[in-house]
């Protein structure tokens, strides 16, 4: 890595830049979200077996990709920031989590949604749907444990190693879960795997797991400038920004 | 080693002159595998079916009830700081106080739990399996716990959030360590559970120490 690009570590140099690119990735989501819901709603066709209802996993499918995305990408910010002690490797893990559990609540909520008309039921303990909750679970504990610590940068390094552990258990947990729903075979209805995706529905989930993107860097940009404002408040160019503005 | 032998030592002490303390958890470990009955029914097919469950679910309970004490009381008093700066590696420091805690908790826990098969009907032939699966996993409860204590040392609101933080943790544990008595009482072979249980420890004892260490560095800073 060249000491450019380390400059931006400073939360002071990296604030500026991180305003500049929000409206960018803003606006991308915005449009990547309109065609992906165009293509969803107009252009692929109705499911043979499923009908409409299955269109959630427009919402769906993404979300779930994102939420445990979001979960290896916050524990790699978090170890990073350990290990290199920089301080704004730990806002960014900050900045990300709620990101991360709200795209774990949607996964279930659309989830339940889809599970109602498809399966008859809100809620299956699924592997997938279990191991989704408990991802969530972990999400929550990670934001809890950063709350419940007054001081940001023993909150940083607590959440940071939190996040480790989490990280290398979410595939053991993952792993378990599906096993013992094997194992209980009565309670599981198996997701039925679609024989073959047809390329428009494709296209409709690649742009709105691209959209999913663009909102979550826009929304965690802001939200890191938010966590850097309320934590470098003291500091000189804080008051210079204020006093300018 | 001798650091290690001696903390041990004086854990056990500690313990043995407060002996409240691992009686408690002990009867409510009992209290709460009781208690499910009551309010489910005492239909005893659905009883033998719950029986693994429950007697994991309140193991993991009582396990949660006494890690919070893990490192507080030397935390209040400074001990702990003495053990960080000592010659000392904190590492020893931390597994002798897990080795204490499963000691006093875990195994405790372990010879109960055949009290609990017999209120549940469980057929006898599975009681080996329900000990060999407790023997093997409330290890994983203290190593994974004593993270979760030492990151919520000092913290308030520290008893629920360690729940928060470590239960989802030990998921893997309630679904072998239950399977595997689920697995014995419907006939078929205990021992992949069993071993899956022993990979966890495994797996636990690398990163609940190294966890516990970083944590108490961070809460001692």
């Known amino acids: 890595m060249n000491s450019n690009l380390l400059r931006f570590a400073a939360p002071q140099a990296f604030f500026p830049i991180a305003g500049k690119l929000i409206p960018w990735f803003s606006v991308l989501a915005g449009v990547l979200a309109l065609a992906g819901l165009y293509v969803a709603f107009f252009l692929a066709p109705t499911d043979a077996t499923q009908g409409e209802a299955y269109r959630i996993i427009f919402i ?15 524990a790699g910010w978090a170890g990073f ?31 339940a949604l889809w599970g109602k008309p498809t399966w008859g039921t809100y809620w299956v303990w699924d592997a997938r749907l279990t191991s989704e909750l408990v991802l969530l679970f972990l999400y929550l504990g990670f934001i809890a444990l950063k709350g419940a610590i007054p001081d940001p940068a023993r909150a940083d390094r607590a959440g940071a190693i939190l996040a480790l552990v989490g990280v290398v258990n979410v595939p053991i947990i993952y792993f378990s879960v599906q096993w013992w729903n094997t194992l209980h075979q009565g309670a599981s209805v198996s997701l039925t795997r679609a024989p073959s995706m047809a390329a428009v529905m494709l296209l409709g989930m690649l742009l709105m797991a691209l959209a999913a993107w663009m909102y979550s860097i826009a929304t965690t940009l802001a939200r890191l400038r938010k966590i850097i404002l309320e934590r470098e408040r003291d500091a000189e160019w804080v008051r210079l920004q204020r006093s300018a503005a | 080693m001798t650091g290690f032998l001696s903390i041990l030592r004086r854990e056990l002490r500690i313990a043995l002159r407060r002996k409240g303390d691992v009686l408690n958890v002990l009867v409510f470990f009992v209290v709460i595998a009781s208690l499910f009955p009551l309010g489910v029914g005492p239909e005893p097919n659905q009883l033998r079916a719950m029986a693994a469950g429950v007697a994991w679910i309140a193991a993991l309970l009582a ?54 098969g017999l209120q549940y009907g469980m057929p006898a032939g599975a009681f080996g399996v329900l000990l060999a699966a407790l023997l093997v996993g409330t290890p994983v409860l203290s190593l994974i716990g004593a993270a979760g204590s030492a990151l919520t040392l000092g913290v308030r609101g520290g008893g629920a959030l360690l729940g928060l933080l470590v239960l989802p943790l030990l998921v893997p544990v309630l679904v072998f360590g239950a399977g595997a008595v689920s697995a ?14 022993g990979a966890f420890l495994a797996v636990s004892s690398l990163i609940g120490p190294w966890a516990a260490c970083a944590a108490l560095r961070v809460a001692l800073d």
């Open chain 1, 81 to 111: 920031g350990l290990a290199m002690n920089t301080r704004l490797s730990g806002m960014m893990a900050s900045a990300l989590a709620p990101t991360g559990a709200m795209f774990t609540f949607v996964a279930l909520w659309t989830g």
């Open chain 2, 63 to 116: 396990a949660l009830l006494s890690l919070p004490r893990l490192f507080a009381a030397d935390y209040a008093d400074g001990t702990l700081e003495q053990m960080l700066v000592s010659p000392q590696p904190l590492a020893a420091v931390v597994l002798a106080k897990i080795l204490a805690h499963w000691l006093l908790t875990g195994l405790p826990l372990v010879l109960v739990a055949p009290l609990i």
């Open chain 2, 184 to 197: 014995a009482m419907s006939g078929l072979d205990p021992s992949a559970h069993i071993s899956l249980l």
């Open chain 1, 60 to 74: 769906h499918v993404p979300a779930a990709w994102m939420s445990m995305f979001i979960y290896v990408v916050m």
